[in-house]
């Protein structure tokens, strides 16, 4: 009995020490919620916020970073979801949460760096407290939060991966984000809903 | 020239499935990493230390790399015989992500580094969306769930 106690009393402590960060990453927010607002500053100093999307239907807001191959084979991904939904009201905000004292190529010098080499068509804002990242429940890179604009602001449609190949675009079956945004359009619910990819973790701060 | 020239194994979640079903009352720790994934990397040389500390037990460790199965010859197997891995290296032949992540475990979000630690007759499946920090938290979870 009291080697079956101390057992529980062991699991019991790993629970909440080692596995205490499982907790919190379910934290996040779900389908249905509305949009956390922010203010962050983008590459060319400015300070963005879900206020500064006063015309648009919705956003394609993707965390990723500079440094993670997920996120380098999704570039051209996101830059032609950028330039084919921008102009329907769908433009695509990139943010990037990592702690550049884990990643040094995550740094807000170095997004800049990217986005030149990239030619980035969209606005690409830097997430230094890890808070916005926190808040949506953002687990790795990329990761896809697709907004829907509403009558009293923006609310989450869609969660998850852009498509269902990330090693070879070519080879892509399912447009996830694609298809939900043009569910969104129709004022449907984007279906599947929520969708997994491997990715990088987002690195936080120690 | 490394003399442990390790050979990667292509795998699909139904060849895991089987395996683990065939070990019966061996536990296995499978390790999901990749070689571009600098967390994977640097908690590696545990599973390492872990699979040599348990030699006489029934456990056994799989390291299963999600990297891309096209970079196989050029990246994965360059790497993995530089680090001179002693553990049962593995490659996942998988496509569809949204499926087979589902079907390691329901709360895994996709971000490696990754572990389930699973046991056939004692009916037990653990899964930890994390990074393991140190040996010895990596190997006090192992004893804990060994010794069931």
Known sequence: ?206 | MNLYSQSVTELTLNELDARVAAGKDTTYVVNFWATWCRPCIAELPYFEMANDSLKNQKVKILLVSVDFLSLKEEKLIPFVQKKGYRSELFILNEKNENEWINRISTDWSGAIPATLILNTEKKYRHFYEQDFHDFPSLYATFQTLISQ
């Open chain 1, 1 to 206: 009995m009291t080697k079956y106690i101390s057992l529980i009393f062991t699991i019991i402590l790993f629970s909440t020490s080692v596995f205490g960060q499982e907790a919190a990453k379910k934290t996040g927010l779900q389908v249905g919620d509305k949009a956390l607002d922010f203010k962050l500053k983008n590459i060319d100093g400015k300070e963005i916020s879900l206020g500064s999307y006063k015309k648009e239907k919705g956003m394609i807001l993707i965390f990723t970073c500079n440094h993670c191959p997920y996120s380098v084979a999704y570039e051209d991904r996101i830059i032609a979801l950028h330039n084919t939904y921008a102009k329907s009201g769908f433009p695509v905000l990139a943010i990037n949460s990592n702690d550049p004292d884990v990643v040094p190529e995550d740094s807000y010098e170095n997004m800049k760096v990217r986005a030149t080499e990239k030619g980035f068509p969209f606005r690409y804002i830097y997430d230094a407290t890890q808070s916005i990242a926190k808040g949506y429940g953002a687990t790795r890179t990329p990761h896809v939060y697709v907004l829907k604009k509403e009558k009293k602001g923006f609310r989450i449609s869609y969660i998850g991966a852009i498509d269902d190949n990330s090693q070879d675009a070519k080879a892509v079956t399912q447009k996830y984000v694609e298809n939900a945004i043009a569910a969104i359009s129709k004022g449907e619910k984007p279906d599947p809903e929520t969708t997994k990819a491997i990715g990088c973790t987002i690195k936080w701060k120690k």
